[in-house]
DNA sequence: ATGAAAGCGCTAACAA
DNA sequence: TTGTTAGCGCTTTCAT
C-alpha cells in the first residue's frame, strides 16, 4: 500500500467508484460493512480500493455522519505512573474495539473546565474517558448537560449520571492495616492522600476501621497528610520518625509516597524493614523496582482502563443504556517491605 | 459555556451567524482570525458565538481545507519510561501550539506496516512523530514517497529525508566508560541494547573507544547482549557475575537494563556499589528511585520531544523547510551506584 | 468589509 | 442490489 499525496490528489471513495465501474454509494456500503451488496461487487470495489491505495477520510466520514471511532481520554499527565497503567489498558482495549485514542493533558487547559468541554464538543471524538481526580462539579454538570458519552475512571460521580470505574479502596486499605496488625505492629504510621479525593478518603477510612477492629488506639500524630506525590511522602516519614515514640511500620496511601518514605527512613539510618515496615497502595510498576521491593495493594489499573473503555463503548453504541458503575477488587501483594516489628 | 448537544442541534456557524446578523463567511473569518473584519463586527460574532456556546468543529473546518490542528504520534507502547518522558515532551509542546494529540500504538497494528500508513492518511493528522525504533524500511520509504509530514525521535532516518532528533549516543558511552575507568575500575561488564539499534551500536562504539583510549584490553566475555528490558538486564549480569574473574563495574546501555542488573546482583548477595558498581543510560525517573540511586547518563528524553514537535511543526507550515536532524548533547549524572573498585 | 455559492469526502435516505 | 440526491459544518474564491 502507498499514499497518494503529493502525486496528483488524495484517492477518494470517487476514484475507487470509477475504477471498479461502481458509484461511490457502493463503495461508501462496502467501507462500512453495510448490507446490500453483491458479494461480486463488494470483491471488485475492495479491489479498486487496494489498487490505488485508498483509506478512508474520517473527518468526511464523522461529518457525514458516521461514526469517527476516536475517542478522548483526558488526563492530568504522563507524570504519574499511576495514570500511565490506566492509559495502557484503555489503548488496550481500544484496539480491540478499532478506535483510535485522542490524548488531552489537563495541564494544558488551565485550570479552566470550559476548555476540557472544548475537547469534546470539537467533533473528533464520540466519547470521552475521564482520569481526572479533581473534577469540579461544574464541569462535571455541564459535562452532564451536553449528553455527551463519558465515563469516569477512579473517581466517583458526585452527579451519579454516568458510567465509573473504581477499585475498593476502603477494603484495600483495611487489608493492608490488618496486615500490618496481624505482623505485629501497632504504632502503624499513616500517610494520607488528597483528601478532597473519595479514594484517599476511602483509604484513611479503611485503616481506621482496621485499627479499631483490633482495638489498637487511634494516635494522631501517627496520622500525617501527603498529597499522593512523592515528596510528601518523604515530608511526611521524616516527620513521623522525629516523634518520640515513632511508628514500627508506615502505611502511604500510595506507592509514590511509599517510595519517598523510603528515602527518608534510609536517610536517617534505619533500615527497611528491619527498623521500619513500609507498605503501599497502587503497585505501580516502580514498586517492583525499589529495595527492598515493596509491599503494597494492587489496583487492578490497567483492567480500570479496559472496563472503562468498554463502559464507554456501550454508551456511544446505545445513549440508553443506564449509567454503571463497576467496583474492581484490590488485592495484597507482599513483597519485602515488611516484617514483624522488633522485640523492644 | 456549556455545549448544547442533545438540547436542539450543535451550534454551528450558522447560528452565530444569525445570531449576530452576519454571513456565516465572516463568522469563519472571525474564527480563522483573517484580515478584512471590521472590528465591530468581529466583537459582534464574538459575542454572539460566547453566548450560544459556539465550539468550531474540527472535522469539518479540515474537510474544506483548514488545518486541523492535531499531530499524531506513534510508540511502541506505554510500558516503558523511555517512551513515556518523550510523550511528555511531545505533550508539552503541542500544548504551547494549541494542536491536539492523537496517540498510535505500534502493537495494535501488528507488524504491518501497511496500517500504520493507513493512520497517517486517514486525514485526521497533518504529520506525525515516530518514536519507533524500529521501523521497517519499507515503512520508511513507504512515508517518504506519500510527501506527508513526520519526523523522527531517537531514530535515524536510512533514507535521510526527514528531520529527526537524537542524542550522543556515542560520547555518552563514552562518558560513562570514562568514569568508571577513572573510578579505578579496569573489567568492566557491558550488556548492549538491541544491536540493531544505531542508539545501541552507537553506545557500544563509545564504550569500546573509551577502552581503547585507555589502553584497557577488551575482554569478549565482559560484553553480554541485552535487549533494553529489564529481564535481559537481569540475565546479562548473572552470566557476568558467573564469570571466573567477575566484572567490578557493570555498565548497562539503558536503565531498564541497569535495574535488573542491581537485581542480579543483590540476588548473589553481591553490595552495590562496594562489590560492583552499575551505570546506566537514560536518566529515566526511576533512576532516582532505585537503592543505592542510579548514576546513569542522563538523555534529554522530554527535551528530544519537544524538539521533535518543533521540527514536525516547522514542516507542516513550510514543507519545502530542508529536513535536518538535531542532535542533542547527553550527560553523567552521578548518583550512589559508582565507587571505585574494592583493593584486591 | 461582507455575502453568495461551491465544494471538501463521505453517509444516508430515497429512487430505480 | 445499486445509483441519485442531499446535506454534514466549514473554508474559500468570487462578487458586491
Redesign the interface.
Known amino acids: 500500500?502507498?499514499?497518494?499525496?503529493?502525486?496528483g490528489h488524495?484517492i477518494t471513495i470517487y476514484d475507487v467508484a470509477h475504477e471498479a465501474g461502481v458509484s461511490d454509494a457502493t463503495v461508501s456500503r462496502v467501507f462500512n460493512n453495510k448490507p446490500g451488496v453483491r458479494e461480486a461487487t463488494r470483491t471488485k470495489v475492495l479491489n479498486a480500493a487496494q489498487k490505488l491505495g485508498y483509506?478512508?477520510?474520517?473527518?468526511?466520514r464523522?461529518?457525514a455522519g458516521g461514526k469517527?471511532n476516536?475517542v478522548g481520554l483526558l488526563i492530568p499527565?504522563?507524570?504519574n505512573g499511576y495514570v500511565?497503567e490506566i492509559?495502557?489498558g484503555v489503548?488496550q482495549e481500544?484496539?480491540r474495539s478499532g478506535c483510535?485514542?485522542?490524548?488531552?493533558?489537563t495541564?494544558?487547559a488551565g485550570n479552566d473546565s470550559?476548555n476540557y468541554?472544548?475537547?469534546?464538543?470539537?467533533?473528533?471524538t464520540e466519547g470521552i474517558l475521564l482520569v481526572v481526580p479533581l473534577l469540579s462539579s461544574e464541569f462535571l454538570q455541564?459535562l452532564e448537560?451536553?449528553?455527551?458519552p463519558y465515563v469516569l475512571i477512579d473517581a466517583v460521580n458526585t452527579l451519579g449520571h454516568s458510567s465509573s470505574v473504581n477499585a475498593t479502596n476502603w477494603q484495600g486499605a483495611y487489608k493492608a492495616a490488618e496486615y500490618l496488625i496481624g505482623l505485629g505492629h501497632r504504632r502503624i504510621g499513616f500517610i494520607t492522600g488528597i483528601m478532597q479525593l473519595s479514594s484517599a478518603i476511602d483509604r484513611y477510612d479503611g485503616f481506621i476501621a482496621a485499627l479499631k477492629d483490633h482495638q489498637i488506639p487511634i494516635d494522631d500524630a501517627l496520622i500525617v497528610r501527603g498529597d499522593f506525590q512523592?515528596q510528601s511522602g518523604y515530608d511526611a516519614t521524616r516527620q513521623l520518625l522525629a516523634l518520640s515514640s515513632p511508628p514500627t511500620a508506615i502505611f502511604a496511601s500510595n506507592d509514590m509516597m511509599a517510595?519517598g518514605a523510603?528515602d527518608a527512613v534510609?536517610e536517617v539510618g534505619l533500615d527497611i524493614p528491619a527498623d521500619v515496615s513500609i507498605i503501599g497502595f497502587d503497585n505501580i510498576p516502580?514498586a517492583m523496582?525499589?529495595?527492598p521491593k515493596l509491599t503494597t495493594i494492587h489496583q487492578p489499573l490497567e483492567e480500570m482502563g479496559r472496563v472503562g473503555v468498554k463502559l464507554l463503548l456501550e454508551q456511544i453504541e446505545n445513549p440508553d443504556t443506564p449509567p454503571k458503575t463497576i467496583t474492581l477488587a484490590t488485592q495484597l501483594v507482599i513483597r519485602d517491605s515488611c516484617q514483624p516489628p522488633k522485640r523492644e
Chains 1, 2 share one sequence.
Open positions: 500500500m502507498s499514499i497518494q499525496r503529493n502525486s488524495p483509506v478512508v477520510n474520517m473527518q468526511a464523522s461529518l469517527s476516536v499527565g504522563l507524570d500511565i492509559v495502557r489503548d481500544l484496539a483510535e485514542l485522542m490524548v488531552y493533558t495541564h494544558r470550559a468541554l472544548r475537547y469534546v464538543a470539537n467533533g473528533l455541564n448537560n451536553s449528553g455527551y512523592q517510595v523510603m534510609r516502580q523496582n525499589t529495595y
